[in-house]
Structures are given as C-alpha cells and as structure tokens.
C-alpha cells in the first residue's frame, strides 16, 4: 500500500498531538510542516524530525506529492488555509472551532464537496472507548427515552490575569472563547451520543478579567505559570472565561452545561450526565476508562474499558486490553485512523467527524452568542 503524505500546519499544542499521532497510523509520513515563521516552523520540524519546513503553507500546498494537512492554527486562519488547500486539491482535517462563523464554515463544506475530497472536524473527544460504549446503549435504547442530559467542560488555565494565550484575544480567536474551544466539543459531544439536535438554548457569558497581562513573547497553551512581572503588557479582553447554557434536545430532552477556563482544579475536565426514562449515565475526562451507569431498581455500575466487554461498534474504538488506558492521544488517533482510511479509499465510510459537523457547530456557537447578547432564548 502507498504511504500517505500529510502536512502539519501550525506548531503549537495541536501540532505536537497530531504529528504524533499521526505517525501512530503506520501508513501516513508528515512530510512537511508549516509555521507562522520560518523560523518557528524548523524548530518544530526539527523536534518531529521532519526535514521539509516553511513559514509560507502555501509552499507546501503546491507540493502535488502531498495528500492531505492538518489546519491546526489559530482560529481565524481555519477559512483561508482550508480553503487555498482545498482549491489545492488535498484533503482536509481542521481543528475546533471549524471557523469564525457558519459562513465561513458552509463554504469550506461546500468546496469540500465540490471538489470530493475528505474533509474532518477534530472532534476527537468522541472518541474514547467508554463513549462509544454508551453511544450503543443508548442507540439500543438501554436509557429509555432522553430525558435531561447536563455536564460541564472546566480548566483553570486561564484563572489568573496573567494567564494569556492567542484564544483570549477575539482577533486570531473569534468572538467566543471558551464556549467555542471546549463549549464545541460539549455540545458536539451529547448531540453524537444520544442523536438529537439542540433545538433551542439560552445563554450567559462572563468575562472575569476584563483586562488580562499579555507577555511580551508568545506563550503556548496551558503554558506560562513560569513568566515575571516584567514580562508583560495589559491588555482588554472582549471573549467569555465562562458560560452557562441552557439547552433544548430534540422534543423532550432539556439540559444545561456549564464551561469554564478559570475553574481552579480542573485541568480539562469534560464531564457529561445523561439521563434517560430507563437509566442514567455518566462520564469525566479526567477519568477516561470509567463509565458510570446509573439504574433506578438494580445496583449501580462502574464500567471499566475492556475492549472483549465493550458494546459490538465500541469495540473498534479500543486498541490496547483492558487495564492499558486509552486517553486523549488516543482519542486523535482513532479519528486520523478514519479520516485516512478515507483519504486512501474515496469509497471507505465517513465515521469521523466532517465539515457538516462543524458548520452545524458554527450554527450552534452563532446561537450561543445571540442568546447572550440578547439576554433571551433563541430557536437554533
Ligand atoms: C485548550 O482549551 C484545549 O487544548 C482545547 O483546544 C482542546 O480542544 C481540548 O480538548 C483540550 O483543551
């Protein structure tokens, strides 16, 4: 079988778990990297060990060897780099938030399919064994109908005011910070699991630090507890720490979700409860083996993974025995398992996440915003 070339555009967090994750695969080399320098992006290439680096990916989209790149920069450059790569003609997988707006992000399906390349949305969180093993019992009707479905995505890396990252600043990030980095994947998340839509919401935001200390040089995410008084400029800041929303599913579902960067303790704690007329069910990133089930008239029951106990599909999304975790690098990879399967095979199924997923999410993210800028619910 021919390898796949694939590119890494953007050295940040996200460059780091996709090329390793990537080359996981066995059958897709990164053969190039690009950066916002030239400067930045050899030294990232040169601490993958990669050889072809540019701090211009539209080099890299003239390559006709290359297959397909990762947009893994800050959010604003999500539309016009998968935009020129898909004019390209490679296949594309962009992080989260797919783009600023559902303009943008319509667009970027449209050409994708204009053109019939593959296209994916990160929404790797999906992904975990345990997950996917709820997603088929509640496919098979084990919770009954969805009654309520609640849950939170916090962090604290962002709690003190000079905590600083691109995402605070409503330039490279969008109007919306932590509802559009982890909020997505919070709402992208229960609709993939219980298979219904989000059909109306309210929401509120807050902005705790209405002025944040930027450092004077570039800091990656969840880095930056090391910096010193001198080392920064204030700044205002315009997006949200923190969200609350409630949450319409379907035609009976309700629900609400909270997603906080300033929640100090949770380190990336993405939990979600889902409660049916027959059972319940629970889960917390921070504890990824673990299922808990919740029964009404029998005893409650903590699953742990096990690939050989794990409901039919589910089992597909587990690569190692039960006892050896599987995390988030995981959860990435069986996404990149998919996305590429596709990208060698245009007849392969879509199971992974496309641009239709993240236009939706755009909808969504449009939504949040409306909501709370009008203080009143909205239709979605
Ligand atoms: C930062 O908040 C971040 O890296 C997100 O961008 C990811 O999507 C999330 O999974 C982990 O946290």
Redesign the pocket.
């Known amino acids: 079988m021919r390898k796949l070339k694939t590119a890494i555009i953007g050295t940040g967090?996200?460059g780091k778990v996709h090329s390793e994750n990537v080359r996981r695969l066995g059958n897709v080399e990164v053969a190039a990297v690009a950066g916002s320098s030239g400067a930045r992006a050899k030294a990232f290439a040169d601490s993958i060990g990669v050889d072809n680096s540019t701090g211009d990916y539209r080099t890299i989209l003239e390559d006709k060897s290359i297959d397909a790149v990762h947009v893994l920069t800050p959010n604003a450059l999500h539309f016009p780099v998968t935009m020129a790569a898909l004019e390209a003609g490679k296949a594309v997988l962009c992080e989260?938030p797919l783009t600023l707006d559902a303009g943008e992000a319509r667009q970027m399906l449209d050409l994708a399919e204009k053109k019939g390349l593959a296209h994916c949305v990160q929404h790797n969180?999906r992904y975990y064994p345990v997950v996917q093993h709820i997603r088929q019992m509640i496919a098979a009707g084990e919770l009954g109908d969805i009654l309520i479905v609640q849950g939170t995505y916090s962090?604290d890396?962002l709690l003190y005011d000079t905590d600083y990252n691109w995402r605070v600043e409503k330039g490279p990030n969008g109007a919306l910070r932590a509802v559009g980095?982890?909020g997505s994947?919070w709402m992208d998340m229960i609709q993939h699991l219980t298979g219904l839509k989000i059909t109306a919401m309210c929401a509120e935001l807050a902005t705790f630090h209405k002025t944040r200390r930027k450092p004077k040089h570039s800091v990656e995410?969840?880095t930056g507890k090391t910096l010193r008084a001198e080392d920064y400029d204030e700044i205002p800041v315009e997006t949200e720490d923190f969200g609350m929303v409630l949450l319409h599913l379907g035609g009976r579902a309700r629900g609400a979700y909270t997603v906080s960067?300033m929640s100090a303790g949770n380190k990336?704690r993405f939990a979600f409860e889902i409660y049916g007329t027959r059972g319940g069910a629970q889960w917390n990133q921070e504890r990824p083996d673990e299922l808990w089930i919740g029964n009404r008239n029998s005893p409650n029951q903590v699953i742990v993974k096990d690939p050989s106990l794990l409901r039919g599909p589910a089992q597909g999304f587990a690569d190692l025995p039960g006892g050896h975790s599987e995390g988030y690098d995981d959860s990435h990879k069986q996404v990149f398992k998919r996305f590429y399967a596709k990208v060698a095979d245009p007849s392969a199924p879509v199971d992974y996440p496309t641009f239709a997923d993240g236009l939706w999410g755009m909808h969504l993210l449009g939504k949040v915003l409306e909501s709370a800028t009008k203080r009143a619910w909205v239709d979605c």
Request: charged share 15%.
């Open positions: 967090f996200m989260k969180l962090q890396w980095d982890i994947h995410t969840f960067q990336n």
